[in-house]
């Protein structure tokens, strides 16, 4: 059967069972149209952007190969807005073979195979997506979460695989992805200590008794995701049933969160990072046993450091990795398929930044340094109330003065009037829409910028702060940020040593790295590449003003920082590094598509593209 025909046969039988809503015939045709078109400009565009097959841009299109993609806008780091009303791109089996003719056999097959269930999960997250509208807007409940990370339908801003999840079953994704029931129970599996790894041992008991009865002597008792357990016999071959046992218990209801193997309890309220062993965008996601040792002292290192310089926690908290469980590392590859990293509900973290706001807007004095002409009204003194569980707002504006957590990535999906949730963020700001927006981003920038550019220059700490793994706390104007999952940071040797941080990390990791170029990109992809790059444009599409006045305004909040840290003599070094890194005219970016081609995960390839932070940078077409 055709991979059309396939889902529309699945979609009209499952989702009337899910959600109690039926498609209809013309739905399916549209949305699986427009996912092809969607995941077909993302792949030709990465081409484009990677170099790898020679292409034309002007006059608002790309054209190569006989194959020509109108562009909506252009946009910084060429990740543009492709038109997709108007593309008209071939179906993707056929689009692969003629922009990279030359694969070889087996990647071409793998890439095609990750693109179609891109797609797929694309049209149907969509569609469901779609159904949720109609449904809220009569007034009738929805029988799946609400919480704006559920919400969240295109996942990445711009990879080719942003969707995709090899290892699920169509009906396993239906209920365990975050986008659609987002269903998450948890299992628990007993592992014989002597085979096991533990960081942080004693509040490792302590949580894990909270989740479940303890573990009988000799034992450790791990939770796994309902995913997972269907898994292990066949992912642990000889293990399971010897050193790893199955527990007779009833599983915990937990929710799905946006990378959907970390989820959400509410009692007691954890999250918990588990291993899934599904293939997400670029790497299959297991909790590998240095993931497991580096969690807690990557987490105490963060503490140490936002307690002794408050100028990395002005506006920014850490979700920590407060402790971790897994299979010890001498069982090779079989050791990442079960471990969980625990870390507490965010929602505390949300009411300090919160409290923080209040004080400073109280006095003056504590606020975050504007320009002049950026004046806003007074932002209330008060206190968070204590439910500060995420909500979501799908009849009208947000609440302005109720303190909101809100998945960045959430800021650019479409309500169900169809606005831009950018939008609803702003409306509590004076003036037109443009000023809004504009005041938005002013605000934005002065809490997010400071604090991550802060732990790079003065302590060699970049952290993975890209739109999935940043939360935004909003209550009327951004309150600050929490940073989560430290697996992905880099932490840069000589730095760390000359600010008198000695962290005890695990032998093989890749986190701690001598190569200042890496730390230093890694917060220019993620901050501004994967993270500010997209709010730019949300804040554009949404009427807001564009690209070209709104990169000015991150290149001189980090002008700005450079040239007050440099007055200090053991940062001056550090700043000047880190100034002509980040305001070179060309810099490096993550070359997505050729790392899937090659198979590699931590080992990053990269493109160069003109950097929107040099001095004179202009989009424009030549």
């Known amino acids: 059967m055709p991979e059309r025909d396939r889902f529309f046969a699945f979609a009209a039988r499952a989702l009337p069972l899910a959600f109690r809503v039926r498609p209809e015939p013309a739905d399916l045709a549209c949305h699986w149209r427009a996912a092809t078109q969607a995941i077909g400009a993302r792949l030709l565009l990465a081409c484009a952007r990677e170099r790898l097959l020679a292409f034309d841009l002007q006059d608002m299109s790309l054209r190569t190969c006989s194959l020509s993609l109108p562009l909506r806008r252009r946009r910084a780091f060429e990740l543009h807005a492709p038109d997709l009303e108007a593309s008209d791109l071939p179906d993707l089996p056929q689009l692969l073979p003629r922009l990279l003719p030359a694969l070889a056999p087996a990647p071409r097959a793998r890439l095609a ?13 969509r569609l469901v997506a779609d159904l949720r509208h109609r449904t809220c807007s009569e007034g009738q409940a929805w029988p799946a979460p609400l919480d704006p990370e559920n919400l969240v339908v295109d996942g990445h801003p711009w990879h080719p695989m942003s969707k995709t999840r090899l290892g699920l079953r169509a009906w396993e994704n239906l209920r365990h992805g975050p986008d659609l029931l987002a269903q998450a129970p948890v299992h628990a599996v007993d592992l014989a200590a002597d085979h096991a790894q533990l960081a942080a041992p004693d509040l490792y008991a302590d949580l894990a008794r909270e989740l479940f009865p303890p573990a009988p002597a000799g034992l450790v008792r791990l939770p796994v995701h309902a995913l997972q357990l269907r898994r292990l016999p066949r992912l642990l071959g000889p293990l399971w049933r010897s050193v790893a046992h199955p527990v007779d218990l009833p599983p915990l209801p937990a929710r799905a969160l946006l990378s959907l193997r970390t989820v959400a309890l509410a009692a007691p309220a954890l999250h918990l990072k588990l291993a899934v062993d599904i293939h997400t965008t670029s790497a299959r996601r297991q909790v590998s046993p240095a993931s497991v040792h580096n969690g807690p002292p990557i987490a105490a290192l963060l503490a140490a450091i936002q307690a002794a310089d408050p100028e990395t926690r002005r506006g920014l908290r850490i979700q920590a990795d407060v402790a971790a469980a897994g299979m010890h590392p001498r069982h090779g590859d079989r050791a990442g398929q079960l471990g969980v990293v625990l870390r507490p509900d965010p929602a505390a973290l949300a009411r300090d930044l919160h409290a923080d706001l209040s004080l400073a807007t109280a006095d003056p004095r504590l606020a975050p340094s504007r320009p002049a002409d950026m004046s806003l009204e007074t ?32 800021l650019g999906e479409r309500r169900p009037g169809g606005d831009l949730l950018v939008r609803e963020l702003a409306a509590d700001y004076p003036g037109d829409l443009r000023a809004r927006l504009a005041a938005f981003f002013s605000d934005y920038l002065e809490v997010l910028v400071p604090p991550a550019l802060r732990l790079l220059t003065a302590h060699g700490v970049a952290l993975e702060a890209h739109l999935q793994n940043t939360l935004l706390v909003h209550a009327g104007r951004p309150c600050g940020f929490i940073v989560r999952d430290l697996g992905g940071i880099r932490l840069h040797r000589g730095r760390l040593a000359a600010a008198g941080h000695a962290p005890a990390l695990a032998s093989d990791s890749f986190t701690l790295t001598a190569d200042l170029a890496e730390a230093q990109g890694k917060l220019l992809h993620t901050l501004v590449h994967a993270h500010l790059a997209a709010v730019i444009a949300w804040i554009e599409d949404a009427g807001g003003p564009d690209q070209a006045e709104l990169w000015p305004c991150v290149r001189r909040i980090c002008q700005r920082l450079f040239d007050r840290w440099a007055a200090v003599p053991a940062l001056a070094r550090a700043c000047a590094d880190d100034r002509a890194f980040f305001f070179a005219a060309a810099c490096r970016s993550k070359a997505l598509l050729r790392m899937r081609i090659d198979e590699r995960v931590s080992d990053y390839a990269y493109t160069e593209v003109a950097n929107a932070l040099a001095e004179g940078y202009s989009s424009s077409p030549a």
């Open 113 to 125: 195979r990750e693109l179609d269930d891109s797609r797929w999960n694309l049209a149907l997250a």
């Open 379 to 410: 932002f209330p003194s008060g206190h968070a109330p204590d439910d500060m569980s995420p909500r979501t707002f799908p009849h009208g504006h947000v609440p302005s003065r109720s303190p909101q957590l809100l998945v960045c990535a959430a």
